[in-house]
């Protein structure tokens, strides 16, 4: 399967500010995902990030809050803008080589908003 | 509504045989996955289902009924290093990967 590279891999940040999180793959890929996971919790998918076009968002996310890149195939980045202690989470992106194919996981980018 | 459902947490030993349920009621089927999510780290892809009936893979084994909206993952010869979160997720109608909660799994000596 694809070597997932996600940066970083955890941050301390500051409540108003933004940070964003990048997300590489190996090979090509068809889908990419974003993901948030409260500690003890399930995940949930935040939006699937399309190439060359914007991304398509879950009910409850907006693009003005976690505006997302997807410039090819292979590479992804999500913003988190704003922050406030509420977006403390662990965010994960995902990809898979299509809609019947498992998803793969970067090891996540542990989020502390002070 | 889309719903999942898992024991929050199980509890089994070292050796033994443990069979982890999952519940749906989902708009559609196009298959179902299940993943394990060791404390602080990624999920990690571990079955595909989307036949009726029982997939092997070595010491885990995971079954579909589509009728019943039911599966299982079953895992034998317990270790240490099988404590872990097991994730059910369904691919409903529109290829949305929908997520259980999971299940905590306890593995004791």
């Known amino acids: 399967s694809a070597v997932i590279s996600q940066k970083p891999s955890r941050d301390i940040c500051q409540r108003g500010t933004s940070l964003t999180i990048q997300c590489q793959v190996d090979?090509?890929?068809?889908?990419m995902f974003w993901y948030r996971q409260q500690p003890g919790q399930s995940l949930t998918l935040i939006a699937t990030?399309?190439?060359?076009?914007?991304?398509?968002?879950e009910s409850g996310f907006v693009i003005d809050k976690f505006p997302i890149s997807r410039p090819n195939l292979t590479f992804s980045t999500l913003t988190v803008s704003n922050m406030s202690p509420e977006d403390s989470s662990i965010y994960l992106c995902?990809?898979?080589?299509?809609?019947?194919?498992?998803?793969?996981f970067g090891d996540g980018t542990r989020l502390s908003i002070l | 509504g889309q719903n999942i459902d898992q024991p929050t947490e199980m509890t089994a030993t070292e050796g033994a045989i443990v069979q982890i349920n999952c519940t749906y009621q989902?708009?559609?089927?196009?298959?179902l996955f299940w993943y394990q999510q060791h404390a602080g780290e990624a999920p990690t892809f571990l079955s595909y289902?989307?036949l009726d009936g029982l997939e092997e893979k070595g010491r885990f084994s995971s079954f579909l009924s589509r009728s019943k909206g039911y599966s299982y993952l079953l895992l034998k010869e317990l270790q240490m290093k099988d404590s872990a979160s097991y994730l059910c997720?369904?691919?409903?109608?529109?290829?949305?990967?929908?997520w259980g909660a999971g299940t905590k799994l306890i593995i004791k000596p």
């Open positions: 997720a369904v691919v409903d109608s529109n290829y949305q990967l929908i």
């Open positions: 990030a399309n190439q060359g076009s914007e991304a398509t968002y």
């Open positions: 289902n989307v």
């Open positions: 995902s990809v898979a080589g299509g809609e019947y194919q498992p998803q793969h």
């Open positions: 090979s090509q890929v068809t889908m």
């Open positions: 989902t708009s559609g089927f196009n298959g």
